[in-house]
């Protein structure tokens, strides 16, 4: 039973009472959403973060490359202070601690892990400088905020979403028999209009019906079509940093037909091409398998979705229900199965069952303090490489599918060497009285599990303290909960 | 016989367990042949690495960026002349360029065109696997590719177990820990943990060595001598994939000292520190590189270069037919331009990599075409370009 706080949150605190109705204290969590648990003062919506990445990406782009055309270094060194005056460094520095104190702070752990698995479902990759400067403000304000909406409003506010528009091309999807297609510049410029059928196909693929709906080349084309001139205007004072707005000159003409169905030219076809794909029977099939890989196991079974798919037939796509529904599942399959864990939600549960959490994520003041201007270093700087080094940091993904919910991907050398060393590293981050604490482990270990005395007895024949942390975070029973 | 390492794993892990770290040495027929990539991100300028000799219009359209006194390597190309260890292949007869070539790729997009070149697709974002894990697989070469990376880049992606290497911070605990973890995931049946703990085991036993510097460990250069130590082990991989970022040169591209030559100069360094180190292996080993696009052919108001189309491919090592440029060179005038402005691509760069992997993972071509390359066109030209 003690593993399902592992299964879908981060465990328990050494001193952390274990709730006496473990179903219900998840399942009430995903009701509503809190206010964050992290109270420092940056908390900034996307387009407050925009005005940093306008600043970076105007400067470097006209001001720098032409002043230090024939100075390669001096580029270098200009590049590095305009990086650390728009907060390159510092806001995604910011952003880990108000997600992490999210699954670390408070009682709301397991709305925290069903937040990450947003993130990763409509992953921003990290292109653009995204990361660094916008897909924490998107992933609270797209993401977090309708999480207890139906997943229809979530899925038409990431798609039109500043940052999700850019990283994936919409704003070069302009209808090539738009007004816009026939102006004279392009022909003097050799840049025709075309379509940039790459959002289309992940609105399908990664964040609705997948390629288990069966769709075509053609409804691809077709959707590109309809989603022709969402993008945010060019400017040279803003780059590509305006708001993402319907622009009908760059909009294709005429009918559409996606899966059978027809849509009307306009601005209205794509809120009903959303709301089309998130009715389709394989978009909740593909959101329940994938909330069940997430929590349960990387094979779900058809068992173990239907209940989910039921949920969700039931309430509309309500996510607090579609929630509910699949922390259920994992309840009842608790003992049966183990899912391998992420690295990010590994070493949340690392640093959560440890009680490390009280240096972790750092404090409030820490970051309110730290100036513009100055290259963030320490203890800041310290969390956003932690998660580079153990290969999953949230805002960095490679590729628009995010990264992969399967054991697989996780198992290599490099990765299991880096959670020894991160489970030290954990060590490290208590207080000295609990390092030179010789019960600290029996603390843990009897709150955590439910054969405490096996757990003990593997974890006492190491020597040390530190040891002993090195043991209990790599356990089968903490790799997999 | 052939046996692939991950079978001796499988079907030997307890009397390892027993002998140590120290693999025995395999008598194996057929002898191991590795392949290295080295994906170039941002866009490799093949006109800087190797100019096209006495072209009147590059002169005219790179008055700023030229690269003085290149080495003349035939009667039309030159090599950049800081290129040391290239050179150093080239004379030895195993140093190569194919240029005017490029994946089909031609929108000028970094996201899109990396995606393209590690998938091996024409069709941005849409495969999950990359050409190379995609031909492992066919080769049945699990558990046999290393990435000098984190995490696992896409090009590796679709065959099981790749290891890596790009160490972390800190020191190992003993000895005595992790066996206890060892023999916690043996006893507890995790066939999978318990196969990482034994890599684990064995870069402990070499860390304690001293074989890793902590300074500058996760340099490339530095990276390569440890491939090139896994890479000759007759049990160890067969497969490198490397990563060199920082080719996106819009402005101060720089001539001799610039930033274009300083990613160069990484790149030279692998092969540098892959041949060295790799010393008998070397003869079986093949460096390829591969980058998203060429650039501009003239130069913009920022002294940089713009993203292009065409562009060249080092190959170095052992298995190369001879030191050649390879090429169909389609000319620099403005009309022989792509779309006017960029080198042509005369030659599919997947061709290259297609007969690359044919060759070093004896596989058929057509094999690789169909199955790793969508029956996308390609010509065979293993013969051409690799030793038998």
């Known amino acids: 039973m003690k593993n399902f706080f592992r299964k879908v949150a981060f465990g328990l605190k050494p001193d952390e009472k274990a709730p006496s109705d473990p179903l219900v204290w998840a399942q009430q969590q995903v009701e509503s959403i809190p206010e964050f648990n992290w109270k420092g003062k940056h908390i900034y919506s996307e387009k407050e973060m925009r005005k940093y990445w306008i600043t970076q990406r105007v400067e470097e782009n006209t001001t720098l490359r032409k002043k230090y055309k024939n100075d390669p270094e001096g580029l270098r060194r200009a590049e590095r202070k305009l990086e650390a005056d728009t907060g390159k460094h510092l806001w995604p520095a910011n952003e880990l601690c108000i997600r992490h104190a999210e699954g670390l702070r408070g009682d709301h752990p397991v709305l925290a892990k069903l937040w990450y698995f947003w993130g990763n479902h409509f992953t921003i990759s990290d292109t653009q400088t995204l990361g660094s400067y916008s897909t924490g403000a998107y992933q609270r304000e797209f993401l977090r905020a309708n999480m207890d909406k139906n997943f229809e409003t979530m899925a038409t506010e990431a798609t039109l979403a500043w940052p999700m528009i850019m990283h994936l091309d919409n704003k070069d999807n302009i209808g090539p028999k738009s007004e816009s297609a026939k102006q004279e510049w392009r022909r003097r410029e050799k840049r025709p209009a075309t379509l940039n059928e790459n959002h289309a196909r992940e609105l399908m693929e990664l964040h609705t019906i997948s390629p288990e709906a069966g769709y075509t080349q053609e409804d691809v084309i077709e959707l590109a079509k309809i989603m022709t001139g969402w993008r945010p205007d060019w400017s040279k004072r803003k780059d590509h940093g305006s708001d993402v707005g319907f622009e009908p000159d760059k909009h294709e003409p005429g009918k559409k037909r996606v899966l059978g169905k027809e849509y009307k030219k306009g601005r209205k076809a794509i809120k009903q091409a959303i709301k089309d794909l998130v009715n389709h029977p394989s978009c909740r099939e593909f959101i329940a398998t994938k909330l069940c890989r997430y929590l349960i196991t990387d094979e779900p079974t058809p068992q173990m979705i239907a209940p989910v798919i039921k949920a969700w037939e039931q309430s509309d796509g309500f996510l607090p229900e579609v929630h509910k529904a699949a922390i259920k599942v994992a309840f009842e399959y608790n003992d049966k199965y183990r899912k391998f864990q992420n690295p990010e939600n590994w070493w949340l549960t690392t640093i959560n069952m440890s009680g490390s959490t009280y240096s972790y994520p750092v404090k409030e003041k820490l970051i309110d303090s730290h100036p513009l201007g100055i290259k963030p270093f320490g203890d800041i700087s310290e969390q956003a490489w932690f998660l580079e080094d153990l290969g999953c940091h949230p805002y960095r993904q490679k590729q628009p599918n995010g990264f992969s919910d399967l054991e697989k991907d996780w198992l290599s050398t490099e990765l299991i060497i880096r959670r020894i060393m991160f489970a030290k590293t954990a060590f490290h981050k208590f207080n000295t009285q609990d390092m030179l604490d010789d019960n600290i482990h029996e603390k843990i270990i009897r709150n955590n599990f439910d054969n405490p005395d096996k757990i003990l007895k593997i974890v006492s024949k190491a020597k040390t303290n530190e040891e002993k942390h090195i043991l209990l975070f790599n356990l089968p029973e903490v790799l997999k909960a | ?388």
């Open chain 2, 1 to 388: 016989m052939k046996i692939s390492r991950r079978d001796f794993l499988k079907g030997t892990a307890t009397s390892l367990f027993l002998a140590g770290f120290n693999f025995p040495v395999l008598a194996s027929t057929s002898k191991k042949k590795n392949l290295v990539v080295i994906m170039l991100r941002g866009g490799m300028d093949g006109i800087t690495a190797v100019p096209v000799i006495g072209d009147k219009n590059l002169l005219k359209r790179r008055k700023k960026i030229l690269i003085d006194n290149p080495i003349k390597l035939d009667t039309d190309f030159a090599l950049h002349p800081k290129l040391n260890a290239f050179h150093k292949c080239w004379k030895e007869n195993t140093g190569a360029i194919v240029h005017a070539t490029s994946i089909p790729y031609t929108a000028r997009s970094h996201f899109e065109g990396q995606n393209l070149m590690e998938s091996g697709g024409r069709v941005p974002y849409q495969e999950k696997t990359g050409w190379l894990g995609r031909a492992m697989k066919i080769a049945n070469h699990k558990g046999e590719g290393l990435a000098l990376s984190l995490p696992m880049p896409l090009l590796l992606r679709g065959v099981p177990k790749n290891n890596n290497y790009y160490p972390s911070d800190g020191r190992l605990p003993r000895e005595e820990t992790l066996e206890l973890l060892r023999s916690i995931y043996a006893d507890s049946s995790e066939e999978e943990l318990l196969d990482m703990m034994n890599f684990v085991k064995k870069r402990k036993n070499e860390q304690m060595m001293g074989m890793t510097s902590s300074y500058g460990k996760r340099k490339n250069g530095n990276l390569a001598m440890k491939a090139a130590e896994y890479l000759k082990k007759p049990d160890g991989p067969r497969v490198a994939v490397f990563e060199v970022n920082g080719f996106d040169t819009h402005a101060a591209q720089g001539g001799i000292n610039g930033t274009h030559t300083k990613c160069l100069l990484e790149m030279d360094e692998i092969i540098e520190n892959l041949k060295v180190y790799l010393k008998e292996a070397y003869k079986d080993t093949l460096i390829l590189t591969v980058t998203e696009f060429g650039r501009t052919i003239a130069q913009n108001g920022g002294n940089g270069t713009e993203h292009g189309y065409g562009t060249a491919l080092f190959m170095a090592g052992g298995l190369l037919k001879k030191s050649q440029v390879y090429s169909d060179w389609p000319g620099l005038k403005r009309k022989e331009l792509y779309q006017g402005r960029d080198l042509n691509a005369t030659i599919d760069a997947r061709s290259v990599y297609a007969s690359a992997m044919s060759t070093v993972f004896d596989l058929d071509f057509n094999r690789i075409q169909k199955d790793v390359f969508f029956g996308d066109q390609l010509q065979n030209l293993s013969d051409k370009l690799f030793k038998a």
